[in-house]
């Protein structure tokens, strides 16, 4: 198994340790399960959300070139 280290800011672990407790699962439990959620999506999911990001910031994109 692999180990994969992680920084969050002091809200973003403020509100996953809030979640992880409302759902009683601990912070490692809940990191998993978001990973795991995001890799489990269909291909053409990842795709199309990918595509609509793109089309989103052309145009700052197209200023940062």
């Known amino acids: 198994m ?6 969050l800011s002091d809200e973003e672990m403020r509100r996953l340790e809030e979640l992880s407790k409302r759902e ?8 998993q399960l978001g990973i795991h959620d995001l890799i489990s999506q269909p291909d053409e ?11 989103k910031n052309a145009e700052l994109y197209r200023r940062l070139a």
């Open 2 to 7: 692999a180990t994969v280290k992680v920084s």
């Open 24 to 31: 009683g699962l601990t912070v490692e439990q809940m990191v």
């Open 45 to 55: 999911a990842f795709h199309a959300s990918a595509k609509r990001v793109m089309e």
